[in-house]
C-alpha cells in the first residue's frame, strides 16, 4: 500500500473542474472529491481584475496516475500540489 497523499489541483475553467472530479472518481483514485468556487482578484494596470478559480481536493494514494494526469493537454493551465499526510 502507498502512502497517502492530500491533492490540490487548481483552475479557472468549471468544466475542466468537473472532468477532473469525474475521472478521479470514476478511476477510483479517491472515493471523496471536493470542489471549492472561489474569485481570485490581481490588480493590473491599477484595476482590479477578478478571475473565477475552482480548487478540486481529495485524498489518494495514487499520486502517480494523479502526476500523469496532469502531464495531459487539457490540464496545461491547472496547477497542482500534493503533500504527503502523516500516518
Do not use: C
Not at 469525474?22 to 483514485?29: A, H, M, P, Q
Not at 482590479?48 to 478540486?56: M, P
Not at 489518494?60 to 497542482?80: G, R
Amino acid at each position: 500500500m502507498g502512502d497517502m497523499h492530500f491533492i490540490q489541483i487548481e483552475m479557472s475553467n468549471e468544466r475542466l473542474a468537473n472532468d477532473v472530479k469525474f475521472s478521479v472518481l470514476d478511476n477510483k483514485v479517491a472515493r471523496t472529491v471536493t470542489i471549492v468556487s472561489s474569485t481570485r482578484s490581481y490588480l493590473i494596470e491599477g484595476q482590479v481584475r477578478d478571475q473565477k478559480a475552482f480548487v478540486v481536493t481529495f485524498q489518494t494514494e495514487k499520486l502517480e496516475e494523479i502526476k500523469t494526469m496532469m502531464q495531459e493537454p487539457t490540464m496545461k493551465a491547472a496547477s497542482m500540489s500534493a503533500w504527503e499526510m502523516a500516518a
